[in-house]
């Protein structure tokens, strides 16, 4: 089986209508330096094959990695702290790995994409049913990153430079806060909690809230599992004009207590609880939810609802706010996000229902009620905290002695918290489960009588109940199936059509990859087991980072970013560190192209940074590129000063040209002391042929989604891993993977000059899993493959839609090349017209409005899994398109696509952000 369609026959009959002899002659004609090539070709192998493994292989290879772990199918578990086991319903499990929602792209083009666009439309509605909040986006990465968020939103809107953050808030939390932060000049301040209660203590909040209080940030249940009370909190802060911020770890718990929208202002959270699987961290699924008031500040997508004829349709509501419209003004840097744990969470709410919920949380609720009060009844060990709690608490015992004992018997205890033991108890544990455990940790035998308590006895303070129940609607199973499954189907995806999008390598993803990944020794991996019980997980880890390093030549990478932008953001934070270690201070500025993707100026501006501008007010983008659409040396050479930090590139660049004169860009950039930094999203062009280490960039990011065939989920989840070179790699987040002389593996926290922690846990494990299986099913010489199908099949398309389409850089492309259709001006038609036609040719649009350098610009990229066919295919579909245009008769057919009709983004799609059930 081969991922790639071409033959070497066919590949010969397009090089020769691109009108070169070979692959090589090509590779000159777009400008990559031959020492590149050489370098590429003789590096040194680490770990990748030299062919790609079969599938048999890889499904040995990975069922073996899955069997290193200790898997809670097999083990039982008592570990939370944000991250919980929840039994996952079957037929979530068939809904979610269908196709259509498994395989599209960001929801943009609302008519191809109306399936994802509804779901996420459900998730937003429910979650502001559970929140009691006026507006949800459609996902954040994770609770942690969404809280940070949250802080720099109640800054913005406050203009205040403080946040006030109790004690009880999750410790990882805490640290992606202060990283966040850091480099926006804002403070934290931590209020210390109630020692008998363990909640925040009220009097110090109110010492501590004044005028510069920007918000005040409380998790609930917070870290210890303790109910706060968030209505007397969020007095405190309102008091002093400080804004509310209520952290979610379980959001199961809001099917009984009351909802925080009743006091906060921003309710964010992490919603991996609902239907989502632990893989050892990630991905999970951040939330964010706020008042009407705040919706224009608020980060990643929202979608929206409107009548159109008399039907519904959806489309993405607020986008002016986002990057790729406002780049450094932006509300946030966040682009891909976790689209499809949104979706899971949807179904899995659904198939619960608003009834099956409550019970639900009830059973977490009693199950941890009896196994605290059975453990209480042995002499020796006390609660911690006198407060109510959910279904986690903390025991004050000899934490390392019992965990000790019960790991012998297949048991995780628990989380150690400084002298106590932090226990979850969810339904997955039987009553068996929980005897036994008891038994073992009370040393005598437990009447069999025993049975949960009662609701109205447990010590519930009743203000913190719930009072109406949820309007979560109480289906049955197949009433749910036909829903989503006929949801499902309103979408393009790439396992159902052809996606030529520029920059967002929408390629077919191999099913063993998936198929590697969903081994229960993966899915079902608490990221806080102890370390001999994930070997194999943190085995694939430390492989993938070599992997990576081979593939680029850089020489250590972190897996921890979420998403492309998530590293970019990381890595201006590493630039910061470098210079700031230097002693460097002066640097404040960023070198960006004005061709460059959104993200790039924003992840800038969220680390602290200025974007180079020009005009009389500084407010335009510097156009770099000279007209051969390459870096303009001598421009260059005049922006580059000492008060520059770092030149952030994208290569091939979004034209889908090569930079020829990089080794000499670079030079530039060192020599003034600068860094040089790669957005590595078109890595679909360079693998075995030019490698970042070897073009001299200190840091890249990759998109693991977009190169590495890890599918898009529509929307995410990504990962976005950072390399970097040795002299930076002391900077990189914690924990990085490690492996010990006598080759056992370990996280290591030991860095003190890390930026901190960007996630929660360790990254987004479960794509990376998706990633590494694919590395290894190409092996290097398949990767190579990849890049030399891509390019071949770009420049077939652009040579055969030359004719009729207008090419503003004439010259030979890379992945993706970019056409005008300024000429079509004249018949009245516009780009989207021509994309929205493509429609009902059955292909998906391609890339729009990016970059912004070329007025009416169509981004092609046909990546390599495409066939001769699909391409001659779509060059059809253009040029009918352009014939259609051209007669008066037809024209109408193109301005008015596709046949099912136009969805317009109106006003009224933003005043419709959720479903009242
Ligand atoms: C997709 C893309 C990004 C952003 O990546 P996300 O994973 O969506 O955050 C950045 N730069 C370029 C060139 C891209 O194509």
């Known amino acids: 089986m081969d991922f790639i369609p071409n033959t070497e026959k066919q590949k010969k009959e397009m090089l020769k209508v691109i009108g070169v002899k070979n692959f090589e002659e090509l590779l000159d004609k777009i400008g990559v330096p031959r020492d590149l090539m050489r370098k590429a070709k003789k590096s040194k192998s680490l770990i990748l094959p030299r062919k790609g493994l079969s599938e048999i292989e890889l499904k040995r290879y990975f069922m073996k990695l899955a069997e290193k772990n200790a898997d809670l199918g097999h083990w039982t578990s008592f570990l939370g702290a944000g991250a919980y086991e929840h039994h996952i319903p079957a037929a979530l499990e068939t809904l979610i790995t269908r196709s259509e929602f498994v395989t599209p792209y960001t929801p943009y083009q609302a008519e191809a994409s109306q399936g994802t666009l509804e779901a996420l439309f459900e998730f937003q509605s429910l979650i502001c049913e559970l929140t009691g909040m006026d507006v949800s986006n459609s996902s954040m990465y994770d609770g942690a990153t969404a809280l940070a968020e949250a802080a720099i939103l109640a800054a913005n809107a406050t203009k205040r430079k403080e946040v006030l953050v109790s004690a009880g808030l999750h410790p990882a939390y805490k640290k992606v806060l202060e990283t966040y932060l850091r480099n926006l000049n804002l403070e934290i301040r931590e209020i210390e909690y109630d020692v008998k209660l363990g909640t925040v203590d009220l009097n110090w909040l109110k010492v501590k809230t004044n005028e510069y209080t920007a918000a005040v940030i409380v998790q609930n249940p917070n870290f210890f599992g303790c109910l706060e009370d968030i209505s007397k909190v969020g007095k405190i802060a309102h008091s002093k004009g400080a804004l509310f911020i209520v952290s979610v770890l379980e959001p199961l718990s809001l099917a009984i207590l009351e909802a925080p929208g009743k006091y906060a202002d921003i309710v964010t959270g992490e919603a991996q609880s609902f239907g989502n699987p632990l893989y050892f961290g990630g991905p999970h699924l951040g939330f964010f939810t706020t008042k009407e008031k705040f919706v224009p500040r608020m980060p990643g997508r929202i979608v929206g609802r409107n009548e159109e004829n008399g039907k519904e349709v959806y489309t993405l509501a607020w986008q002016t706010r986002e990057q790729h419209i406002r780049r450094e003004t932006a509300t946030s840097n966040i682009c891909t996000n976790n689209a499809l744990n949104a979706i899971a969470a949807t179904i ?340 075995g042929i030019a490698r970042p280490k070897d073009m001299r960039f200190d840091i890249v990011h990759l998109n693991l989604h977009k190169t590495f065939s890890t599918p898009h989920g529509g929307g995410g989840p990504g990962s976005g891993p950072l390399g970097v070179t040795k002299e930076l790699a002391k900077f990189l987040p914690m924990p990085t993977i490690e492996k010990t002389e006598d080759g056992k593996y370990y996280l290591c926290y030991g860095l003190p000059k890390s930026v901190g922690k960007i996630q929660a846990f360790y990254g987004n494990i479960g794509v990376i899993i998706k990633a590494y299986a694919y590395i290894l099913a190409l092996g290097r010489s398949g990767l190579k493959k990849v890049s030399e199908n891509a390019i071949v099949n770009a420049n077939y398309l652009l040579e055969l839609l030359k004719d009729n389409y207008q090419v503003p850089y004439d010259r030979a492309c890379m992945h993706e090349f970019v056409l005008s259709l300024k000429n079509l001006e004249a018949y009245n038609i516009h780009v989207w017209d021509v994309a929205k036609r493509l429609i009902d040719y059955g292909i998906h649009p391609p890339t729009m409005r990016f970059p912004q350098i070329v007025k009416e610009v169509l981004m092609i990229e046909p990546t390599e899994t495409e066939s001769k066919e699909t391409l001659d295919r779509f060059i059809e579909a253009m040029i009918k398109i352009y014939q259609e245009i051209g007669s008066q008769s037809t024209s109408w057919k193109v301005r008015e696509a596709p046949v099912s009709g136009r969805i317009e983004e109106k006003a009224a799609t933003r005043r419709n952000l959720k479903r009242e059930y």
């Open 348 to 687: 899995y709410l659904y198939l619960l229902g608003g009834k099956g919920l409550k019970k639900l949380a009830e059973e977490n609720l009693l199950k941890a009620h009896y196994v605290q009060k059975m453990i209480l009844a042995n002499a020796g060990i006390r609660p911690k905290f006198s407060g109510s709690f959910f279904n986690e608490f903390t025991l004050f015992c000899n934490t390392e002695g019992i965990k000790q004992k019960l790991l012998k018997d297949r048991i995780f205890a628990g989380i150690t918290w400084e002298d106590s033991l932090l226990m979850a108890v969810t339904e997955t544990k039987t009553k068996k489960d929980i005897d036994c455990f008891v038994e073992k940790v009370v040393d005598f035998p437990l009447l069999p009588e025993m049975s949960y308590p009662k609701i109205e006895y447990l010590n519930f303070p009743s203000q913190y109940l719930r009072k109406t129940p949820l309007r979560i609607p109480n289906l049955s199973e197949p009433e749910v199936m036909r829903i989503f499954t006929r949801m499902s189907q309103r979408n393009f995806s790439v396992d159902t059509h052809f996606y030529p999008l520029g920059s967002c390598t929408m390629k077919y993803n191999p099913k063993i990859c998936e198929k590697a990944t969903g081994f229960s020794g993966f899915k079902n991996i608490h990221p806080y087991q102890p370390e001999e019980t994930v070997q194999g997980i943190l085995e694939l880890g430390w492989k993938m980072e070599k992997a990576l390093c081979e593939i680029t030549g850089m020489d250590r990478f972190s897996l921890q970013p979420a998403a492309g932008a998530h590293g970019e953001l990381l890595g201006m934070m590493i630039v910061r560190a470098y210079h700031n270690e230097r002693g460097d201070t002066a640097r404040k500025k960023v070198i960006i192209p004005e061709s460059a993707h959104g993200t790039n100026p924003s992840s800038c501006a969220r680390c602290g940074y200025e974007v180079v501008k020009k005009g009389s007010n500084k407010q335009e983008d510097i156009e770099l590129l000279n007209e051969q659409g390459e870096i303009d040396i001598g421009l260059l050479k005049e922006l580059m000063n000492e008060e520059v930090a770092a030149v952030m590139l994208t290569v091939p660049n979004t034209l889908g040209l090569f930079e020829s004169k990089i080794i000499e860009i670079a030079d530039i950039v060192h020599k003034k002391g600068g860094l040089l930094y790669l957005d590595g999203a078109n890595m679909n062009a360079l693998l």
